[in-house]
Structure formats: C-alpha cells, structure tokens
C-alpha cells in the first residue's frame, strides 16, 4: 500500500484540477426531478446513515438537509454521514454544515476512500466522532471562483473558509487561508495528526 501511495495521490491531484472546491453563480433551478426524490423508508436512512457520494452540489445538499432534518425530527440519537466525494460547490457544502451545527442529533462523519475539498470540511464539521478510514485520502485546498459575485460574497466566504479550518482542525497556520492553486494530500493517519478526525477505522 505504501509504495501505491504517491500513485494514488497523483491520480487525486489530477482529479482535483477538474473540478474541487469551488463557489459557482446559479442561473436557475429545474427543480426536483423524480430520481431524486427521498425515499424517506428506505432502510439505510432508518438506520440513521446518510451517504453523500459524488459531487457537492445544490441537489446534494437539499437531500441531505432533508435527511438531516427528518432524522433529528424522529430522534436525537447520532447520525451516521459516510463521504465519499471530490468536492463541490462550497455554498452547499456551508449550507450542509450549517445544518449540522444547528440540529440536536451528533453528527458522526466517516472518509472513506476520497474525501476531497468542500468533502474535508463536512468531515471536519462533524459535531460526533469523526473517522477516516485508513487509507483513505482527505484533500485540503482553496476555493475556486466562477462567475460574479456581489461585492463582498466571495471575500466573506474565504473568510468564513478560513475560520472554519481555525476551529476545526489544527493546521499549520501557514497553510491558511488556504489558496486555491496548493493542495494539501493527507493520509488517514496525518488527518489525525491535524486534527482534521478523531480517529482511524480499521479495515
């Protein structure tokens, strides 16, 4: 595993370039489409597990909101938020964040094989225990802008970006605020070390 590693870091950092964290301007919305309909029965989400795989983007965060919702509705027992993700719009994944502060239920977060941009702050943001699962790798890098913002938008989410890193984790404080043009690869165990999870699964 260990000599597979700078392979597997460089076919993340190829990745990353097309596409990561990045704030975008919606035109619009064409509203729900049947596939994406929340199957409020379905077992993993009774179990109290929600999967967030693939990209970050405005529908992935209205269903998990959803999700979230309805589960500290029926209990306040914790909820399971499993990542798998290269990232995404940074708006929705604040929006999701800020949900998670706001309900009852903890929050418990996992990594699993890719954890990537707007993916690591959602890890970070767990208000339970937060896991990576060993050998798994939690990409920390900038925001990208795309379109125009109103005056101040863009200034107060990098803020924003910043102090959420500053509370949740321990990263050197030379890698912040973190620009968008360098990318920081962590293992498992260096996500640890920063602070970034509480602990290690092991497979």
Not at 4 to 26: D, E, H, K, Y
Not at 51 to 58: A, E, H, K, P, V
Not at 70 to 89: A, K, R, V, W
Not at 154 to 161: I, K, P, R, S
Request: aromatic share 6%.
């Amino acid at each position: 595993m260990t000599k597979r590693l700078p392979i597997l870091c460089a076919l993340v950092l190829i990745a990353l370039i097309q596409s990561g964290c990045m704030i975008t301007m919606n035109s619009g919305s064409e509203g729900a489409r049947p596939e994406d309909r929340i199957d409020f029965a379905d077992p993993v989400l009774q179990h109290r597990q929600l999967l967030l795989f693939g990209d970050i983007d405005q529908d992935a965060a209205k269903r998990i909101v959803q999700e979230l919702l309805f589960l500290d509705n029926q209990s306040h027992e914790p909820i399971d938020l499993y990542l798998m993700t290269p990232g995404g719009d940074l708006k929705s994944a604040f929006a999701i964040e800020h949900v998670i502060r706001t309900i009852q239920s903890k929050v418990n977060t996992y990594a699993l094989s890719e954890c990537n941009s707007g993916g690591a702050m959602l890890l970070a943001a767990g208000t339970g225990t937060r896991r990576a699962f060993r050998g798994a790798i939690i990409v920390l890098h900038g925001m990208s802008v795309h379109g125009r913002f109103p005056a101040g938008m863009v200034d107060n989410l990098q803020d924003g970006y910043t102090k959420f890193w500053q509370a949740h984790a321990k990263l050197p404080s030379s890698w912040l605020p973190l620009p968008h043009d360098i990318t920081h690869v962590l293992t498992a165990e260096q996500a640890l070390q920063y602070g970034v999870v509480d602990a290690i699964v092991e497979r």
